[in-house]
């Protein structure tokens, strides 16, 4: 299974922006057709879904998110990118990024399921 870390979270200001990157460590995502995304867990709330973008270069983004975060990424090396702007407190969570057949929340939280990284932190103040 692919194997991916997250990284580029931090405390910053409410207004302030972070960009997280994911960058995969070991065996290529092979299939002609996947879904890359990103997951958030605040403390106490269900790991949620809020953006994917599909082999294709198609996204998608969760109504709580859209017009502030963007995700992005370099096929290259299959590294995902998380651009997020105007940060507000309810941002504050744990955030994954995570590999799967769709960009079907079910299809992708099956796919991970004992995969998940640590996760890297935003909190935003």
């Known amino acids: 299974h692919v194997q991916l870390v997250e990284s580029g979270g931090g405390s910053v200001q409410a207004g302030g922006s972070l960009r997280l990157s994911c960058a995969r460590t070991?065996?290529?995502?092979?299939?002609?057709?996947?879904?890359m995304g990103w997951f958030r867990q605040a403390p106490g709330k269900e790991r949620e879904k809020i953006a994917g973008?599909?082999?294709?270069?198609?996204?998608g983004h969760a109504v709580s998110v859209k017009d502030r975060f963007t995700i992005s990424k370099v096929n290259a090396n299959q590294t995902l990118y998380l651009q997020m702007n105007s940060l507000k407190p309810e941002d504050t969570a744990l955030y994954f990024c995570?590999?799967?057949?769709?960009?079907?929340?079910?299809?992708?939280?099956?796919?991970?399921?004992?995969?998940w990284g640590q996760g890297t932190q935003v909190t935003v103040s």
């Open positions: 070991r065996t290529r995502y092979t299939a002609s057709r996947y879904c």
């Open positions: 973008i599909e082999s294709n270069g198609k996204t």
């Open positions: 995570a590999v799967g057949p769709t960009c079907s929340t079910s299809a992708m939280r099956s796919a991970m399921r004992g995969y």
